[in-house]
């Protein structure tokens, strides 16, 4: 059994299940039929310590988390495959983590800057959830780099074209978050990262090994 440990879900019971199902369902979507155990851990420092017992015991494990901030340059040379999110992760000053021992650069995944980068790389599917008074142009236009956005910049994104939104409201991480993940079109987000395309094409190797 393979596991897939995010951050994200809060700390309560709904929130877990609700990040889930939504990772779930974009897995799924995403062409993955034998998908991973998704472990929901809150924090992005329980999902870090959750892996790392994992990987301890000898289990099969995979880490999903925010970058938080831009990936260097240099940490994402040649293939995918071949990328070091583990130096991005200990040369963050907020972070520090150690990749541990018997953990590889391909079983751990970044969501550059944040998962909410994700969401808008789908404007189509934003505007059809959040409805009348949807703003598209507080969104980042087409063809716009998501993962040099920063996390202010995401969050200010979303409120700025959710602000008149009646019927849902403001964009909330709490509210809507996870409901958007499990509705936005896969394709849309790996052709917008190329860091949730590693992800996504990474998993369907584990799986399928």
Known sequence: MVRLYVEGGGDTNALKQSCRKGFSAFITKAG???????????????AYQSFCTAIANGEAA???VDSETPVDVCYQ?????????????????DDSWAQPKGAKDTDCH????????????????????????????RIPPEGRDIE??????????????THSCEKKGRYSKRDHSFDLLASVDP??????SPWAKRFVEELKRKMAA
């Open 148 to 161: 040099s956005i920063g996390k202010d910049g995401i969050y200010k994104s979303l409120a700025g074209a």
């Open 62 to 64: 995979i880490l999903l």
């Open 32 to 46: 993955i039929k034998d998908r991973p155990r998704i472990v929901a851990c809150g924090s992005r420092s329980n």
């Open 110 to 137: 970044l969501m550059v800057q944040v998962m909410e980068s994700w969401l808008l790389a789908d404007r189509e599917t934003l505007g059809k959830y959040f409805g009348q008074g949807f703003n598209a142009n």
């Open 187 to 192: 394709e849309r987000i790996v052709s917008a």
């Open 77 to 93: 040379q040649g293939k995918p495959e071949d990328w070091q999110p583990w130096k991005h992760l200990s040369d963050k000053p």
